[in-house]
C-alpha cells in the first residue's frame, strides 16, 4: 500500500513536473518569438536621421530649395567678394541638381541686375548632389566688387538662383554679407561654381 501510494504520488509529481517543463518551454518559445519578431523589426527599421536616397532621381524645382548666400572673410582691400550659396531641400521629398544654377543680382523690389556672368569650372562640377528633405547642395558665388553710380557697376541686396527652366526665381537669404544691409552689393562680373556635396568643396 504505501508502495503504490508512493508510485502514485511519484507518478503524479512526475506529471504535474512535466506539465510545467512543457508550460516553461512553450513560454520560452514564445518570449523568443517575440524577441526575434523584435530583433528582426530593428533591423529593419532605420535611424530616422539617416534618411534614404531612394527616390533622389527626381529634379529639384527652384520652389523646393531655400537658399541663403553665405559670405566669406576676405582681406582687407580686395576686390573680389567670395561667397557660397546653400540651397536647402524644404520639399519633403528626395530631389537632385546638378551643374550651375542661373544666379542674378537683385534690388529690393525683385528686379534683376544684370552684370557680366560666367561659369567656374571645378572639380566635380557635373556631379549629381542628390539631397533628401533637410539637406544642402552648395555653390560658389564670386564676384568683383565696383563703385556704385559708376558705370557698368551693379547694385544690388542679393542673389536670385534658378534651378530649374520653368521657374521664375527665388531670392536668397544672405548671411555674413553685411554691404547687403548697408549700401548694398556691387558688381561689375559675376562668377557661378557647380553644385557640390559640401561647403569645403564649393569653396575648394
Do not use: H
Amino acid at each position: 500500500m504505501t508502495r503504490n501510494a508512493f508510485g502514485r504520488s511519484t507518478s503524479r509529481q512526475l506529471t504535474v513536473a512535466t506539465t510545467a517543463l512543457l508550460g516553461a518551454a512553450v513560454a520560452v518559445a514564445l518570449v523568443g518569438g517575440t524577441r526575434t519578431r523584435e530583433a528582426s523589426a530593428g533591423a529593419m527599421s532605420t535611424d530616422p536621421g539617416a534618411v534614404s536616397t531612394a527616390g533622389a532621381d527626381v529634379d529639384c524645382l527652384t520652389d523646393d530649395l531655400t537658399g541663403t548666400l553665405i559670405g566669406q572673410a576676405r582681406a582687407a582691400g580686395s576686390k573680389v567678394r567670395d561667397a557660397v550659396l546653400r540651397l536647402t531641400n524644404d520639399s519633403g521629398r528626395a530631389c537632385r541638381v546638378r551643374g550651375w544654377a542661373d544666379i542674378d543680382l537683385v534690388t529690393p523690389p525683385g528686379d534683376l541686375v544684370k552684370v557680366p556672368t560666367s561659369r567656374i569650372e571645378q572639380t566635380g562640377g557635373d556631379t549629381v548632389v542628390a539631397l533628401t528633405p533637410g539637406a544642402s547642395a552648395w555653390a560658389l558665388v564670386q564676384w568683383d566688387v565696383c563703385t556704385a553710380g559708376r558705370a557698368g557697376c551693379g547694385v544690388g541686396v542679393t542673389v536670385q538662383y534658378i534651378v530649374d527652366p520653368e521657374s521664375t526665381g527665388s531670392a536668397a537669404d544672405s548671411a555674413e554679407v553685411p554691404e547687403a544691409e548697408r549700401e548694398g552689393i556691387t558688381m561689375k562680373a559675376l562668377r557661378v561654381g557647380p553644385f557640390q556635396q559640401d561647403r569645403a568643396a564649393a569653396l575648394a
